[in-house]
Each structure stands twice: as C-alpha cells, then as structure tokens.
C-alpha cells in the first residue's frame, strides 16, 4: 500500500512535533521519518521529492562518539589541511601558515566555521574517518562528493539551491531553513546565538513558504533538489557529515562574517 506521507500522514507527524525543540519559538515542520522503514520505490517517488529528516539511519555509526572534540583531535588532528584552497577550507585564524593541522583548527572551532570537500588535498582526512560511519543505501546517489562541516560560530550558511544532498548531524545541533524552489529567494534568517534566528519566528517563515527545524545529533536532513536552504550552528561545537552531487562555488555559500558554512 503506498503511503501518502506528505498528506494525511504529515498532518500526524506534524502534530506530534508541534512541542519538538526548535529555534526561537520552538517549532518544527519538517517530517521526521524512521529511515529504516522507508521502501525504496516509495523514496524515488515520494518522500525524496520534499524536504524531511530521517532518524534511525546513523545507528551503530561510531562517529556518534568518536567524534566528541576531544576524542576527534586525538585520532584525527595530525592530519593536515590547507588554509583555504578549492575544497573550501578558509580560515580565520592568524600567523598559522598556509597548511595547518586539524587539531590546530579544533581548538578555535567555537569561534570558526568551515566545510570540507572530498578533494585530492583532503583525501587523507576523507579516508581516514571512513571507518566511522556506514553510507546509507537510499543516500548513495546523492553522495558524489563527500562533506565534512565543522562549526562554532552561530552563523552558517545563506540562503542557497544546487542538487539534491543531505547532512547528518554528529555533534552539536544545526538549525535548517528550507523552501520550494519556485518560490522567490527568502529574507536570510538572523543568527545571533546558537538558539537560531532570534528575530523571526514562525508566522514571519510561513509568509515566505519557509519550513524550519533544528536537526539533533544523529539525525539526517534530506534536501531536495533546487530547494533553497540556510542553517545556523545550534552549538559551539557543531559537526556533521554528508553528500552531495556538486561542489558550490566558494563565494555562493560565504556567510556574513566571511565563513563557509
């Protein structure tokens, strides 16, 4: 039996997350969906088409723990990364070179934001935390290019379209803003505090055709192909890990103070 999700079922979903913790306003109206009862044909035709967030999907993935601040600079922060080059690596930080270890970034990434490309000058990275997570089958044809995003600042990306990708939060938590891409380009959400847009609650987003929510450690966020989405980190430390089908150009996705999401 095929299941309108979208229909009379969202309308249950939704209720049951009226409470659920949000940015200011504390709303969510994305789905959350049990990844692991999706039917494959049912992801191709349906649920795939709008934005929604799948749980269930990271369980067993190691990077729930391992990759805790302290833990990840342990096992990781002797692999080094350039300062800012075509994977989209750019950082603030003074007098540290133009190749600079991860542990190095670490212990600024309160106030830092950046995002990593599965590029040549990233591959040692790439390769070495693939052991802590399993690529879900419905995600692997969205996962020409891996991302890595790490960030504390509260501040995260604009408002941007491109192909389908998807995002699962590790650590910290990431405030998302999504909307049809027919729709006009929506006013930037003002992250001021990890608590998310602290000037604009519900109402504003819904003139706007905006849906929201705050997507929590182990959960997966599905964006739709073209649909315009921003985020916001939730946490000074805030990691997660996704894919995507291309690499945005730099400049598309700067934040106001200069960071990539």
Same mark, same amino acid.
């Given at each position: 039996?095929?299941?309108?999700?979208?229909?009379?079922?969202?309308?249950?979903?939704?209720?049951?997350?009226?409470?659920?913790?949000?940015?200011?306003?504390?709303?969510?109206?994305?789905?959350?969906?049990?990844?692991?009862? @999706?039917d494959y044909e049912d992801?191709?035709?349906?649920?795939?088409?709008?934005?929604?967030?799948?749980?269930?999907?990271?369980?067993?993935?190691?990077?729930?723990?391992?990759?805790?601040?302290?833990?990840?600079?342990?096992?990781?922060? /002797?692999?080094?990364?350039?300062?800012?080059?075509?994977?989209?690596? /750019?950082?603030?930080?003074?007098?540290?070179?133009?190749?600079?270890? *991860?542990?190095?970034?670490?212990?600024?990434?309160?106030?830092?934001?950046?995002? @990593?490309?599965?590029?040549?000058?990233?591959?040692?990275?790439?390769? $070495?935390?693939?052991?802590?997570?399993?690529?879900?089958?419905?995600?692997?044809?969205?996962?020409?290019?891996?991302?890595?995003?790490?960030?504390? $600042?509260?501040?995260? $990306?604009?408002?941007?379209?491109?192909?389908?990708?998807?995002?699962?939060?590790?650590?910290?938590?990431?405030?998302?803003?999504?909307?049809?891409?027919?729709?006009?380009?929506?006013?930037?959400?003002?992250?001021?505090?990890?608590?998310?847009?602290?000037?604009?609650?519900?109402?504003?987003?819904?003139?706007?055709?905006?849906?929201?929510?705050?997507?929590?450690?182990?959960?997966?966020?599905?964006?739709?192909?073209?649909?315009? /989405?921003?985020?916001?980190?939730?946490?000074?430390?805030?990691?997660? *890990?996704?894919?995507?089908q291309y690499v945005p150009?730099?400049?598309?996705?700067?934040?106001?103070?200069?960071?990539?999401?």
């Amino acid at each position: 039996v095929k299941r309108d999700l979208f229909g009379m079922a969202t309308t249950m979903i939704l209720a049951m997350l009226a409470a659920a913790p949000g940015a200011r306003g504390d709303y969510c109206n994305i789905p959350r969906v049990d990844g692991k009862g @999706i039917d494959y044909e049912d992801w191709k035709a349906t649920i795939s088409k709008k934005p929604v967030i799948l749980t269930g999907l990271t369980d067993g993935w190691s990077a729930l723990e391992k990759w805790e601040k302290e833990e990840f600079s342990r096992n990781y922060g /002797h692999l080094k990364l350039p300062r800012s080059s075509s994977t989209g690596v /750019h950082f603030n930080l003074p007098n540290v070179g133009d190749v600079i270890n *991860l542990s190095t970034y670490l212990r600024h990434s309160d106030r830092q934001h950046f995002i @990593i490309y599965d590029h040549a000058e990233t591959v040692e990275i790439m390769n $070495a935390i693939r052991e802590d997570y399993q690529l879900p089958s419905i995600l692997q044809t969205a996962s020409f290019e891996t991302i890595l995003s790490f960030g504390g $600042a509260p501040q995260g $990306a604009t408002f941007q379209r491109h192909q389908v990708a998807w995002l699962a939060t590790i650590f910290g938590r990431k405030h998302w803003w999504m909307a049809d891409p027919r729709l006009e380009k929506p006013p930037e959400p003002r992250c001021y505090s990890h608590e998310g847009d602290d000037a604009h609650g519900k109402e504003f987003w819904d003139k706007y055709g905006v849906v929201h929510c705050t997507v929590m450690p182990g959960e997966i966020i599905w964006v739709p192909s073209q649909w315009w /989405h921003a985020t916001c980190n939730g946490a000074p430390y805030t990691v997660a *890990l996704g894919g995507q089908q291309y690499v945005p150009n730099r400049d598309s996705v700067a934040t106001a103070s200069g960071a990539l999401p």
